[in-house]
Structures are given as C-alpha cells and as structure tokens.
Nanobody, 126 residues
Framework: QVQLVESGGGLVQTGGSLRLSCAAS????????MSWFRQAPGKEREFVAG????????FYGDSVKGRFTISRDNAKNTVYLQMNSLKSEDTAGYYC???????????????????WGQGTQVTVSI
C-alpha cells in the first residue's frame, strides 16, 4: 500500500507562483511514474504533468506547458510541481498519483494510476 500526501496549495494572485509537494510512503515504494492531475468543480479530471520515476522523462498538459515544471527526489520519494505565471483558470484541486507499472496506456489517463492523494486546493485570484 502506498500513501500520498500533498502539500503546498493555497491562495495566490494571478501571475504568482506556488510549489506543490507530494510525498509517497509505504513499506517499499517503487513506481513507473508519478503525476499531477487537477479537477475544478463541474469539470473532468485533467492531466497536468507527469514524470517517470527512473530516467526522469517529463510530460505536460498543453494548458501548463512553459509555466509548470515537475521534478522528483527519488531519495525522498517526493515529486514536486512548480507552478509559475498562475492564471485564474488554474484554480482547482490538485491531486498526486502513482502509476506502479508500465503499460501501453497514456501518461495522461487517470485510469493508468494505482494510488491517489487526497488533494490540495489551489486558488488563483484575479
């Protein structure tokens, strides 16, 4: 079993920055990838960014490319999401997810993930 704990959310003005963290714990943690998704009220869950645990390849949703950066610290079992130039449309609950094994499914598909965190709220004020 893997537990994920997100932190770093909050209220920020348009154009500001936030850094989210997601710490994974479990008896023996390993993963193929970890990603961030977000969901706003009344909207579907949206892929934000993902990173392969070994190798560090990164993937981004179109709406955040050039503004958000995902990184990881393997020693700490932690993934980060640096969010810059925030916009009001970035307001959402942000969820960390673990994909344990490789499969042919897309990195952006929520169904490919095995564990989810409880989420952290990001609110961007105009």
């Amino acid at each position: 079993q893997v537990q994920l704990v997100e932190s770093g959310g909050g209220l920020v003005q348009t154009g500001g920055s936030l850094r989210l963290s997601c710490a994974a714990s479990g008896r023996t943690f390993s993963a193929y990838a970890m990603s961030w998704f977000r969901q706003a009220p009344g909207k579907e869950r949206e892929f934000v960014a993902g990173i392969k645990w070994y190798g560090g390849d990164t993937f981004y949703g179109d709406s955040v490319k050039g503004r958000f950066t995902i990184s990881r610290d393997n020693a700490k079992n932690t993934v980060y999401l640096q969010m810059n130039s925030l916009k009001s449309e970035d307001t959402a609950g942000y969820y960390c997810a673990v994909r344990r094994w490789y499969s042919s499914g897309a990195m952006s598909s929520p169904g490919e993930y095995d564990y989810w965190g409880q989420g952290t709220q990001v609110t961007v004020s105009i």
